[in-house]
């Protein structure tokens, strides 16, 4: 499988957003202005972060992957965006705040056939290597070469 | 046989990343269990007729079932342990 997932314009390297919200509303943007999701699709990401939060406290940075009902998603994509400075993110399940670095959106639209790439890009974020390498790129192109390469070894081992 | 709910924000995201690994979990120990995701929100209609819940969000409710948190699926760290809370809790 191609990783139709991954557009190297869904990308954003060394943002200096400051909160969350700038987090979800930055990434959130480029999703609707591609097409990608509807119009109340910021809205939709922050009212689900705030009830189920999606930070995750891997090393050697946190990483959060914020996302939200598949009703407002038009076409499964992942958007990517690494932060200068940490941003807090409530931790997934807990209460705790976990200092974020990398975040992954997941926009999914219904249906199983996307199981296998959320495998493989959950498998992406316990890769304490990949991580490192991933919050110090420099461009986007680079980062999408380094993920890209990540997911397409993954499809091979598995 | 046994039934294992297992339930996040929208049934979407990380509960299919956790009842796959879930159901991996049980076929390799040969326990035979009905696997469903759910959205948490369907927990309290839907948690009579399960065993277990192991969910990715807070959840702080009681539901009268065992409820284990599956971050662990996630996140990466601490998979070991909820694989043996699972195990034990269905045998």
């Known amino acids: 499988m191609k990783n139709s997932f991954l557009d190297k314009e869904l990308i954003i390297v060394n943002s200096n957003a400051s909160s969350k919200h700038e987090v979800l509303e930055s990434l959130g943007s480029l999703m609707i202005e591609k097409g990608y999701a509807n119009e109340n699709y910021i809205d939709g990401l922050k009212t689900r972060e705030k009830e189920f939060a999606t930070g995750l406290s891997v090393k050697p940075v946190g990483v959060a992957i914020p996302h939200t009902d598949s009703s407002y998603v038009k076409e499964d994509k992942i958007a990517i965006m690494t932060l200068d400075e940490p941003v807090a993110f409530e931790e997934m399940g807990g209460s705790n705040s976990v200092d974020v670095q990398l975040v992954i959106l997941f926009a999914l639209t219904d249906g199983d056939d996307h199981l296998k790439a959320l495998q493989n890009i959950i498998q992406v974020i316990q890769d304490e290597s990949f991580v490192r390498e991933m919050v110090t790129v420099a461009d986007k192109e680079k980062a999408y070469e380094l993920f890209e390469s990540k997911l397409t070894q993954l499809e091979e081992e598995a | ?91």
């Open chain 2, 1 to 91: 046989m046994k039934k294992v709910l297992v339930a996040c924000g929208g049934a979407v995201a990380t509960s299919t990343v956790a009842a796959g690994k879930i159901k991996g979990l049980l076929k390799e120990n040969n326990i035979e269990a009905d696997v469903q995701q759910c959205r948490v929100s369907e927990l309290a209609s839907k948690a009579d007729s399960a065993d277990l819940i192991v969910t990715t969000a807070k959840v702080e409710r009681d539901y009268g079932v065992p409820v284990i948190h599956g971050i662990a699926y996630i996140s990466g760290m601490g998979i070991d342990k909820t694989n043996q809370e699972i195990l034990d809790n269905l045998k």
